[in-house]
Nanobody, 124 residues
């Protein structure tokens, strides 16, 4: 059974930074693409970033490109999302999810086994 546990969210001011973590268990972690998604109140879930199983490839939503960096530590079964220059519009619940095995994808439909999420609130 796949389990994903996110942490690192909080309340910050615009321009601040946060690092989110997602710890995974129950899968051969180093063989799966992983993704970060977010959902703001009354809005659809939105893709944020994806990283290939080896960490060699990443893909970002235009809204976070240049500000967010996704990376992974396969020895720790953990992916991270470094968020810099945060804006109020980044406020959302951030969740990680499992993508394709040995297949790099960023389509939301290709992801499953969602974590419970961690709240990020950015004040202006």
């Amino acid at each position: 059974q796949v389990q994903l546990v996110e942490s690192g969210g909080g309340l910050v001011q615009a321009g601040d930074s946060l690092r989110l973590s997602c710890s995974a268990s129950g899968l051969s972690f180093s063989t799966y693409t992983m993704g970060w998604f977010r959902q703001a109140p009354a809005k659809e879930r939105e893709f944020v970033a994806a990283i290939s199983w080896s960490g060699d490839s990443t893909y970002y939503a235009d809204s976070v490109k240049g500000r967010f960096t996704m990376f992974r530590d396969n020895a720790k079964n953990t992916v991270y999302l470094q968020m810099n220059s945060l804006k109020p519009e980044d406020t959302a619940v951030y969740s990680c999810a499992v993508g394709g095995r040995y297949r790099f994808t960023w389509r939301t439909a290709d992801f499953g086994s969602w974590g419970q999420g961690t709240q990020v609130t950015v004040s202006s």
